[in-house]
């Protein structure tokens, strides 16, 4: 029988790239330049590529009539299992490319670490994955050097991102009940191992886009990995699963 807290690690992962992936793809058509709109479109494709494959995982330990569609569109919003920083507003440019640096940081030093993994689906997928997600972090870091060390008002747009989003990173590291339950059965990954790196190459980003880190005592909202969302999460799942649910079972 498969243990619950693999299949919320799971869809845990599989939530991250696909909330994200949904928030990014509103920028499709609406970029400040053309390749770049295209850059961060690609970029949520990659992500729902990600998704794809921890949500078939998923499927397959579930069992039953689950399938990947049914868990990206059949799910309400407490049954999401995302860091909430994938869901928050993306703001201007600056805003959703810093957030970008700052998951995929995250994800680079996590799938990095997952690859490893003695659970074979997981440790595929996070191969795979890492593989798109370098890219990401060199595109969205090369975005936070050019704002943060360019013009008065690029340096004031990324301070005020970072103001934004910064109180989101917490969470990131913060494990829940079945992070804690795959790291003890020796399938994930103890997020609090991977911190370090994480604000290591963060710090190193920012010293070179002269941003200032904020404080480390500063307070962090947690509760997505819990269902615990905010109140734009249902929006985005209002748009992403009109379609499903409206027309149940509809094929094109």
Do not use: C
């Given at each position: 029988m498969t243990k619950q807290y693999l299949i919320d690690y799971t869809l845990q992962l599989a939530d991250n790239a696909l909330i994200l992936a949904q928030r990014n793809s509103e920028w499709c058509g609406h970029g400040p330049v053309l390749e770049q709109d295209i850059a961060i479109s690609n970029i949520s494709l990659d992500l729902i590529g990600q998704a794809r494959n921890f949500y078939q995982y998923a499927a397959t330990l579930i069992g039953g009539n689950a399938t990947e569609d049914s868990l990206a569109y059949l799910r309400d919003a407490i049954d999401f299992k995302n860091n909430l920083i994938s869901e928050i507003l993306n703001g201007d440019w600056a805003q959703t490319v810093l957030r970008q640096f700052l998951v995929s940081t995250y994800q680079f030093y996590?799938?990095?670490?997952?690859?490893?993994?003695?659970?074979?689906?997981?440790?595929?997928?996070?191969?795979?994955?890492?593989?798109?997600?370098?890219?990401?972090?060199?595109?969205?870091?090369?975005?936070?050097?050019?704002?943060?060390?360019?013009?008065?008002?690029?340096?004031?747009?990324?301070?005020?991102?970072?103001?934004?989003?910064?109180?989101?990173?917490?969470?990131?590291?913060?494990?829940?009940?079945?992070?804690?339950?795959?790291?003890?059965?020796?399938?994930?990954?103890?997020?609090?191992?991977?911190?370090?790196?994480?604000?290591?190459?963060?710090?190193?980003?920012?010293?070179?886009?002269?941003?200032?880190?904020?404080?480390?005592?500063?307070?962090?909202?947690?509760?997505?990995?819990?269902?615990?969302?905010?109140?734009?999460?249902?929006?985005?799942?209002?748009?992403?699963?009109?379609?499903?649910?409206?027309?149940?079972?509809?094929?094109?």
């Open positions: 996590l799938y990095d670490a997952l690859q490893k993994s003695p659970d074979q689906q997981l440790a595929a997928i996070a191969e795979k994955a890492l593989k798109e997600v370098t890219y990401h972090v060199r595109w969205s870091s090369e975005w936070v050097i050019r704002l943060g060390d360019g013009t008065s008002e690029s340096k004031q747009r990324i301070e005020k991102a970072l103001e934004e989003i910064w109180p989101y990173t917490g969470e990131l590291f913060i494990p829940v009940q079945h992070e804690t339950d795959a790291v003890t059965a020796g399938i994930g990954v103890d997020p609090k191992m991977i911190e370090e790196n994480w604000k290591q190459k963060v710090s190193t980003v920012f010293s070179e886009a002269t941003l200032t880190l904020p404080p480390q005592n500063i307070w962090m909202h947690t509760g997505g990995k819990n269902g615990i969302h905010t109140e734009y999460l249902g929006y985005i799942l209002a748009e992403m699963q009109f379609m499903q649910r409206a027309y149940p079972s509809a094929e094109w």
